[in-house]
């Protein structure tokens, strides 16, 4: 039996989630005419307190979308140094934007206001323009960790006040949600756009979605279709983040013990030397200098776990709805015994 702990895309649609994209009824999307899609976006759109929403392919693309909503060619956006935007999405605000990032350095992945306001340029020619503000909850590559509340109102009233654009990489937003026990609509009010994504812990085969205004939203149907987005009958997808919204929101608390059951075990493992704070559903440790992560992920391997390198002699665990307890007493078991 292959435990896979790569990452929580790795989940396959259960049998009640196949039978919901077998029944759905579909149409042409790009007509706007698929009524699953339609109603996917007016469920997901009604829940933030948002006023549409737009189904994409990917995070990616959502959260690309936004920032070319936000921003011109030549601008700045402020996001901090561990942003999946800024790591993990191809070089795409520069490339789809033409846009420049200026990085900053926050509390596992999370930026204040005063840092934000700190890093807003002056309104000097030779100065890019800051335009927008990127925030990811929970953030990945810091190892899920959660933004708290009122420093997110705080960062939020401060864009108001400068007159920049707020949006939110909630790729794992339900997860953060979890664990900060706030309303989607708490958080939909503090960002000008917010991407939600359906294929991580919450276990659709495939997509995203943008939230935001009437009018983003229709700039974004337009820019989808500029990155080749478009989509036919969708409906089938739609589907499937749909029962996933119904079905598997809740349930997400479980990977959580999970985690931090994982993460109690490697605490009494010699072969690790730190371990980043875990909040949700991802591990993230420091295999000790005497042994590597690529090791480590060869002799996991060895024992059917999968895993994954992320970083410098560091390794990732990811936690999700396919990962069953008696996946999870293995795990429990083997780790020690690795090296």
Same mark, same amino acid.
């Given at each position: 039996?292959?435990?896979?702990?790569?990452?929580?895309?790795?989940?396959?649609?259960?049998?009640?989630?196949l039978?919901?994209?077998?029944?759905?009824?579909?149409?042409?999307?790009?007509?706007a005419? =698929?009524?699953?899609?339609?109603?996917?976006?007016?469920?997901?759109?009604?829940?933030?307190?948002?006023?549409?929403?737009?189904?994409?392919?990917?995070?990616?693309?959502? +959260?690309?979308?936004?920032?070319?909503?936000?921003?011109?060619?030549?601008?700045?956006? &402020?996001?901090?140094e561990?942003?999946?935007?800024?790591?993990?999405?191809?070089g795409?605000?520069s490339?789809?934007?033409?846009?420049?990032?200026?990085?900053?350095?926050g509390?596992?992945?999370?930026?204040?206001?005063?840092?934000v306001?700190?890093?807003?340029?002056?309104?000097?020619d030779w100065?890019?323009?800051?335009?927008?503000?990127?925030?990811?909850?929970t953030?990945?590559?810091?190892?899920?960790?959660?933004?708290?509340?009122?420093?997110?109102?705080?960062?939020?009233?401060?864009?108001?006040?400068?007159?920049?654009?707020?949006?939110?990489?909630?790729?794992?937003?339900f +997860?953060?949600?979890?664990?900060?026990?706030?309303?989607?609509?708490?958080?939909?009010?503090?960002?000008?756009?917010?991407?939600?994504?359906?294929?991580k812990?919450?276990?659709?085969?495939?997509?995203?979605?943008?939230?935001?205004?009437?009018?983003?939203?229709?700039?974004?149907?337009?820019i989808?279709?500029?990155?080749?987005?478009?989509?036919?009958?969708?409906?089938?997808?739609?589907?499937?983040?749909?029962?996933?919204l119904n079905?598997n929101?809740?349930?997400?608390?479980? =990977?959580?013990?999970?985690a931090k059951?994982?993460?109690?075990?490697?605490?009494?493992?010699?072969?690790?030397?730190?371990?980043?704070?875990?909040?949700?559903?991802?591990?993230?440790?420091?295999?000790d200098?005497?042994?590597?992560?690529? =090791?480590?992920?060869?002799?996991?391997?060895?024992?059917?776990i999968?895993?994954?390198?992320?970083?410098?002699?560091?390794?990732?665990?990811?936690t999700?709805?396919?990962?069953?307890?008696i996946?999870?007493? &293995?795990?429990?078991?083997t780790?020690?015994?690795?090296?």
């Open positions: 039996m292959k435990i896979d702990l790569r990452s929580d895309t790795v989940t396959k649609p259960s049998k009640e989630m039978q919901a994209m077998l029944e759905a009824q579909v149409g042409d999307d790009v007509f005419e =698929d009524p699953t899609i339609n109603l996917l976006e007016e469920t997901v759109a009604t829940m933030f307190g948002k006023e549409a929403a737009l189904f994409c392919p990917s995070g990616t693309m959502t +959260n690309q979308i936004a920032i070319k909503i936000h921003t011109q060619p030549g601008d700045e956006l &402020i996001c901090d561990a942003s999946h935007i800024y790591n993990f999405e191809g795409g605000i490339f789809n934007s033409l846009v420049q990032a200026k990085l900053v350095a509390n596992n992945g999370r930026i204040t206001a005063s840092q306001e700190e890093a807003i340029n002056p309104n000097y100065f890019a323009q800051t335009k927008l503000v990127s925030l990811e909850n953030v990945n590559r810091a190892g899920g960790s959660v933004y708290e509340f009122l420093e997110m109102q705080k960062i939020s009233t401060l864009c108001k006040s400068k007159n920049l654009a707020l949006h939110l990489d909630g790729a794992r937003i +997860n953060a949600l979890q664990v900060s026990k706030n309303s989607p609509a708490s958080i939909g009010v503090l960002f000008d756009t917010v991407s939600v994504c359906f294929s812990g919450l276990g659709a085969p495939v997509g995203s979605a943008l939230l935001g205004t009437k009018e983003n939203i229709k700039k974004a149907r337009r989808r279709k500029l990155f080749g987005g478009g989509t036919r009958q969708g409906g089938f997808l739609a589907a499937a983040a749909l029962y996933a079905n929101v809740s349930r997400l608390s479980q =990977d959580h013990i999970k059951e994982i993460e109690r075990v490697l605490q009494s493992c010699f072969y690790v030397s730190e371990i980043l704070p875990v909040e949700t559903n991802i591990i993230i440790f420091t295999i200098q005497k042994y590597s992560a690529n =090791d480590f992920v060869d002799k996991a391997k060895e024992k059917n999968l895993c994954t390198t992320f970083g410098k002699n560091k390794v990732r665990m990811v999700h709805l396919d990962y069953t307890n996946m999870h007493e &293995i795990v429990i078991k780790l020690p015994t690795i090296f």
